[in-house]
């Protein structure tokens, strides 16, 4: 990839939602009405409980009017969301933070008595709404609500707890974030010393030369060793929430709420980290042959993601990127080409390399404009430009999405990483076919592998430590110490004993604990990637014509479980070892393809 003129803007356009960023009188307008919104849906919600609804007709406005409120929230949060990345000092969207948090929760309370209304329905009744015309679009979610509802506490309680959490639950996480925020991880270079945010200082954990990788880790873990007690206090306050509250509705399991949200069972689950840990061994010859390259004995944690080859230090303008991620998109479909083309040119990203900003990348979409925003920090990496296609996934998971109704477009994390790192295979697999050189092609399909490496290891630690964290928890606080400790011996074995050092701190480091709208955001990505491989070999097999079953498919991610998507788009059983080790299967031959271009 040549170098040329930077054309492509390196930051987003959010002016066209609301103007003036966070002190947009626009959106003060809109926060308003869709607070009056809120108490007019409450008070109509509040007249029928306690009668037999009857009339489908009434149910069918209160649905809708649940889905259209549901998109205008979404909207506002995208917009905070993106407001707080791009500038983490930005005091006014914290302020605006707290008030949709508010919005948020109000409408929480909503849909326990929305849920109330619907456990009041008898059997015929409820029966006729399902078959009704106008409910078959969203049959699957409603029934889904049901259910759900009969698992939880009383109407009233959930929506007692849905209000404590705004101060309690979502406050904690807030102040992670706030924290995250304010902390700067110090770097010399050439004698002078640099604060680098922690987004910046985590892109330097990739740079080629190891002295730059080993000084930013020493650095980046003595700042978190600073700040370990109160992010310690953190952590245990948002699991002691977490494991409160399903004490209080009967549930036994931590990992009932993360399943239930993911719409998949614990034995796909099980079944899933049981084919990893057996095809792990192969990842071994990698770091050993990856350890040889480097020139040391065994790796260490901030080897596993060091670029080797001779172009490893060759920096990629933003614009090549663009244009390389286009190009590769187009073999598999033009239209998801043309919609990369567009999120580039309107400027739907945001990829400026400077202090202030929030670390790593994600993909927010405004609901109820049905556009999307994409996030990350750019320093021209391969690991960069893997980010943006990932990003890209997902905003065109959105994309085809559109015009459905909104409670089926609110598809579960797992299957949104499917379209996520599909988008990144279509990458990473045409550059290597299209390697100019030996160096290139070893330089990509060792990018590639170090996705693996992420999927199977890093992500499998964060399974394993969250998993032990939260039983150790549910016994009384536990110290920064032992979650050090936890962490630790997570990642010895996740990577089965392989590295020379380790990353100890990594609970205080990865934000990805401290979100409170996704427990256990971790074992999608994995399911993700591996759903993902499968579906890609799928397209392999029928060629060009799967670009409209792929479409298909993605629609349907929320209006079905996973197991039910699986069997209806690839005739597959994910409870069944099969399917998992076939999509295992080239991630080996890229390994062995990678030790025989090395040796």
């Known amino acids: 990839m040549s170098q040329k003129k930077q054309q492509l803007s390196l930051t987003w356009d959010l002016e066209g939602f609301f103007p003036g960023g966070s002190a947009s009188p626009q959106f003060q307008e809109y926060l308003s009405t869709l607070g009056q919104d809120l108490e007019s849906l409450d008070a109509q919600i509040r007249q029928l409980l306690g009668k037999s609804l009857e009339d489908l007709t009434i149910c069918e406005e209160i649905v809708q009017q649940v889905q259209v409120i549901a998109s205008r929230l979404g909207e506002a949060v995208a917009f905070i969301e993106c407001l707080e990345a791009q500038d983490m000092t930005d005091k006014g969207a914290d302020i605006l933070f707290g008030r949709v948090r508010q919005l948020g929760a109000r409408y929480n309370t909503i849909l326990t008595k929305l849920d109330k209304l619907l456990l009041e329905m008898d059997e015929a009744h409820w029966n006729n709404l399902l078959q009704d015309s106008r409910f078959t679009p969203i049959a699957f979610n409603i029934a889904e609500r049901r259910q759900r509802a009969l698992e939880k506490l009383t109407a009233p309680e959930e929506s007692l707890a849905g209000d404590l959490a705004v101060d309690g639950y979502h406050a904690w996480s807030k102040m992670y974030s706030t924290l995250v925020g304010r902390m700067t991880i110090p770097f010399e270079d050439n004698g002078v010393i640099h604060q680098l945010s922690v987004g910046q200082a985590n892109n330097k954990l990739h740079h080629p030369d190891r002295a730059v990788r080993k000084q930013i880790f020493s650095s980046y873990e003595k700042s978190w060793q600073e700040e370990e007690d109160l992010v310690a206090t953190t952590l245990n306050h948002l699991a002691g929430f977490r494991i409160n509250l399903y004490r209080h509705r009967g549930w036994d399991s931590v990992l009932k709420e993360p399943l239930n949200m993911n719409r998949m069972s614990e034995k796909t689950l099980a079944?899933?980290?049981?084919?990893?840990?057996?095809?792990?061994?192969?990842?071994?010859?990698?770091?050993?042959?990856?350890?040889?390259?480097?020139?040391?004995?065994?790796?260490?944690?901030?080897?596993?993601?060091?670029?080797?080859?001779?172009?490893?230090?060759?920096?990629?303008?933003?614009?090549?990127?663009?244009?390389?991620?286009?190009?590769?998109?187009?073999?598999?479909?033009?239209?998801?080409?043309?919609?990369?083309?567009?999120?580039?040119?309107?400027?739907?990203?945001?990829?400026?390399?400077?202090?202030?900003?929030?670390?790593?990348?994600?993909?927010?979409?405004?609901?109820?404009?049905?556009?999307?925003?994409?996030?990350?920090?750019?320093?021209?990496?391969?690991?960069?430009?893997?980010?943006?296609?990932?990003?890209?996934?997902?905003?065109?998971?959105?994309?085809?999405?559109?015009?459905?109704?909104?409670?089926?477009?609110?598809?579960?994390?797992?299957?949104?990483?499917?379209?996520?790192?599909?988008?990144?295979?279509?990458?990473?697999?045409?550059?290597?076919?299209e390697a100019k050189s030996k160096e290139e092609k070893i330089t990509l399909l060792e990018n590639k592998i170090q996705n693996t490496v992420g999927f199977f290891m890093d992500i499998h630690c964060r399974f394993l430590f969250e998993t032990r964290f939260y039983e150790e928890r549910k016994q009384g606080l536990v110290s920064a110490e032992r979650l050090s400790e936890l962490m630790e011996e997570a990642q010895k074995e996740a990577f089965m004993d392989s590295l020379s050092e380790y990353h100890p701190r990594f609970w205080a480091s990865k934000q990805h604990f401290y979100n409170t709208f996704f427990p256990f955001y971790n074992f999608p990505y994995t399911f993700g990637y591996l759903f993902s491989m499968g579906i890609y070999g799928n397209a392999l097999e029928v060629g060009t014509s799967f670009a409209d079953q792929y479409v298909h498919l993605l629609q349907d991610t929320g209006r079905m479980t996973t197991e039910e998507l699986a069997k209806k788009h690839l005739g597959v059983d994910l409870t069944r070892p099969e399917f998992w080790q076939q999509a295992v299967d080239p991630i080996q031959a890229d390994i062995d393809q990678f030790l025989e271009l090395t040796s």
């Open 271 to 433: 079944t899933m980290w049981g084919v990893i840990d057996h095809n792990k061994e192969k990842l071994l010859q990698f770091f050993k042959r990856k350890a040889e390259i480097l020139g040391v004995e065994k790796l260490a944690w901030y080897d596993i993601y060091a670029p080797v080859g001779q172009e490893e230090g060759k920096e990629i303008g933003y614009d090549e990127a663009a244009d390389f991620i286009t190009d590769q998109f187009r073999r598999f479909d033009p239209r998801l080409a043309a919609f990369a083309e567009k999120a580039f040119q309107e400027q739907w990203i945001e990829a400026e390399d400077r202090a202030g900003k929030q670390p790593g990348g994600f993909c927010t979409s405004f609901t109820e404009s049905e556009e999307s925003r994409i996030f990350l920090t750019y320093s021209g990496t391969m690991s960069n430009i893997s980010t943006l296609a990932h990003e890209l996934g997902h905003a065109y998971h959105d994309d085809v999405m559109k015009g459905l109704p909104h409670l089926v477009k609110e598809y579960a994390m797992n299957v949104a990483e499917t379209a996520s790192t599909f988008a990144e295979l279509i990458v990473s697999d045409a550059a290597i076919r």
